[in-house]
């Protein structure tokens, strides 16, 4: 159980990075 529960964190962790870096790449484009 921990172990699926740290995986998810960071799958959760991760697709906020991938977002944070799709915003930040729109922004230098504008």
């Known amino acids: ?3 699926i529960l740290f ?3 960071i ?3 991760w ?3 991938i ?3 799709r915003y930040d790449t729109q ?3 504008n």
Do not use: H, Y
């Open 27 to 29: 922004l230098m484009r």
């Open 7 to 9: 995986n998810e964190m």
């Open 11 to 13: 799958i959760f962790l």
């Open 1 to 3: 159980m921990n172990s």
């Open 19 to 21: 977002q944070c870096i």
């Open 15 to 17: 697709n906020i990075d």
